[in-house]
């Protein structure tokens, strides 16, 4: 949203690579839009308004590369300047730049070198100028306000937040190893949190955080709202004031067995809206930050949404919503009346499919989880079955939008998105129960999957195929390496074939951040190795896909290379279908369109050989 709540900014990918458009609300230009043009080729992945609503600032990815740049274009249509704002000193070979949000009219960001070292800093957009706030290894910089910043520092499943002041450190909670606090808005510090306006649309500059503070002062008080496990099992919201006698914390809101996935708060520190997540569907709920009022929650036009934005007087707030009939959508909302807000505009496009049913799985050792199960739709006979596996491994699959499913349930294919163990929305404890040697369980738990969709007549017991992107990809192969005997075929994305492999050629600071989760390529390289599918590619018999991004640097795409080879070379059927100009996430329009064909085709001939030979 623009702090005046006259426009919102948004991503848009009916073509190419997804771009950044700018949509006005108010005034003589609404209803039209204005497409940001940037003089790189990539994805635009992030696009913010700046807090006094006069820059645009967007992250992209050249070539759909894992490695971002930032960009910045004025809200002025007419203006088309865009420049680049995140440069590196002489001698430093790029990285990649992270775009976090807006500290009054400077860029909060975090550029991070090629040995993983990460500076978080503020950006002048119309100078380029740096103002350096920390620089660490595996440091991430969550919010930044008038010379106070929230970093995020440790590795996956064991991550806290710092507040820095100066060159002064303070941990904002007790020490609580496997909990993860990994986000926060700093609220104020004796001044207005942003540049702050009074009646919507009052651009009056009040306060000027950037320009305006001392760097080296730990005076006063900071207080802030955190997302944190810390104390518990589930992510709730808590409110931190730090002053020089110590850190003191609050509950503002919890909802037993849920998770809160994301929260924002207007600038004048009136209104926090918060998505909770519930079995991987979203919840919308309201609170009022002056006597921490919770409203019952809004009821959502979409199963899941994300990306919040809000206005500067919490009038109206923006978000993505989707669903398996609702491609990704801005909706806006004013959260006092709780009334959707129409937008004169062509509605998202794409193949669509009816919602899923929740399901629940018992493994073998009788831990519990679930998925959601697609079915064709009705009319079409079942031919077969398709296991989806999410990355990270802290991912969750959720019912949204997958543009993929429609094709494959049109063919007779259903579709299951199992939650595995090590899966994120579920607690604590569960995202820890696949961390190392706990992954041979997360392994097993595909393999329970299947047996779950045959036992209960969704597929035959010899139609079933595994499928996933990331660390969904690796899972997929370790399956098929595991328990060859289930699949009919496999499809991989961007998968790892190898960890020790992988470990020394994705980016450092990924690599780093994965030891609790993985194992560390020293000390568990054995453990490593025996995890690893292409070490054990001689019991891989079903028909593998490979699919990579020649531009990942996240998952380098010699991983899908390595493993092609292999089962070539051992007269398997395998195929390898490289996009050259794409990268892990696979975001240009025709290549997704060539992927869906292809998942589609792969899957119809092992389901159907004699149609198909």
């Known amino acids: 949203m623009s702090p005046d709540a006259t426009a919102f900014a948004h991503l848009v990918d009916d073509g190419g690579y997804p771009r950044a458009v700018q949509r006005f609300l108010r005034g003589w230009r609404a209803s039209s839009s204005r497409d940001v043009e940037l003089p790189v080729e990539g994805p635009v ?50 990285g990649t730049a992270e775009l976090i949000s807006w500290d ?50 440790g590795p996956r499943g064991y991550r806290d937040l710092i507040l820095l002041r100066g060159r002064t450190e303070t941990a904002l909670l007790p020490y609580d190893p496997g909990s993860t606090t990994d986000f926060g808005i700093i609220l104020d510090d004796h001044g207005p949190r942003r540049l702050r306006t009074g009646m919507e649309g009052d651009t009056t500059e009040l306060y000027q955080p950037a320009t305006n503070f001392d760097v080296n ?14 104390g518990t099992e589930h992510a709730r919201l808590l409110e931190v004031t730090a002053t020089a006698d110590g850190v003191s914390y609050q509950v503002v809101a919890e909802r037993p ?52 934005s809000i206005s500067a007087g919490g009038s109206m707030l923006a978000m993505t919503v989707e ?58 006979e079942s031919i077969g079955a398709m296991l989806f596996l999410h990355g990270g491994p802290e991912g969750q699959g959720r019912p949204g939008y997958n543009e993929f499913f429609p094709a494959l349930l049109k063919t007779g294919i259903s579709v299951f998105l199992p939650n595995v163990r090590g899966s994120g929305g579920f607690g604590r404890s569960f995202m820890h129960a696949d961390d190392k040697e706990r992954r041979y369980a997360a392994i097993d738990d595909v393999a329970d999957a299947v047996e779950f969709l045959a036992v209960n007549g969704v597929a035959p017991a010899d139609r079933i195929a595994c499928c996933g992107w990331s660390y969904g990809g690796y899972l997929t192969q370790a399956a098929l390496t595991f328990h060859p005997h289930l699949f009919a075929a496999g499809i991989s994305i961007c998968g790892m074939s190898d960890l020790n492999t992988w470990y020394h050629t994705t980016e450092p600071w990924i690599a780093a951040a994965a030891y609790p989760k993985y194992g560390h390529p020293v000390s ?27 531009n990942d640097t996240n998952v ?15 007269g398997r059927f395998a195929e390898l279908l490289m996009f050259d100009d794409d990268g892990h996430e696979i975001d240009k329009r025709e290549n997704r369109a060539v992927l869906v064909k292809a998942m589609c085709e792969w899957l119809l001939a092992a389901f159907t050989p004699s149609a198909n030979s």
């Open 323 to 380: 669903g398996p009939s609702t491609p990704p959508t801005v909706e806006l909302v004013d959260p006092r009346t709780r009334e959707w807000e129409p937008v004169d505009r062509e509605p998202s496009l794409g193949p669509v499919s009816a919602d899923p049913t929740l399901e629940t799985v018992t493994a073998r050792d009788g831990m519990k989880f679930t998925g959601w199960l697609f079915r064709p739709p009705e009319g079409i």
């Open 217 to 230: 002062s730990t005076a006063g008080y900071v207080r802030a709202l955190i997302r944190s496990e810390n």
């Open 556 to 570: 380098p795409p010699t991983e899908s290379q390595q493993m092609f080879d292999a089962l070539r070379a051992r």
């Open 257 to 308: 067995g849920c998770e809160l996935d994301e929260f924002t708060v207007s600038d004048d520190l009136s209104t926090v809206a918060m998505l909770w997540n519930i079995h991987g569907a979203s919840e919308l709920q309201v609170l009022e930050l002056a006597d921490f009022t919770l409203h019952e929650p809004i009821p959502l036009p979409g199963m899941v949404a994300s990306e919040l």
């Open 45 to 94: 992945t992030r696009v913010l308004h700046s807090a006094d609503g006069h820059w645009l600032a967007c992250q992209v990815a050249p070539e759909g590369g894992t490695r971002s740049q930032i960009w910045v274009v004025t809200t002025d249509p007419d203006d088309r300047a865009a420049r680049r704002i995140d440069w590196w000193p002489v001698g430093v070979q790029e």
């Open 104 to 153: 009054g009219t400077k860029v909060a960001a975090i550029l991070t070198d090629e040995n993983g070292v990460g500076s978080s800093c503020l950006i002048d957009p119309a100078t380029g100028d740096q103002i350096v706030l920390d620089r660490r290894s595996a440091g991430r910089l969550v919010d930044a306000w008038a010379g106070a910043a929230l970093v995020r520092v």
């Open 524 to 550: 568990d390289r054995q453990l490593l190795e025996d995890l690893s599918p292409l070490q054990r590619v001689d019991a891989l018999t079903a028909p593998l896909l490979l699919v990579h991004g020649a």
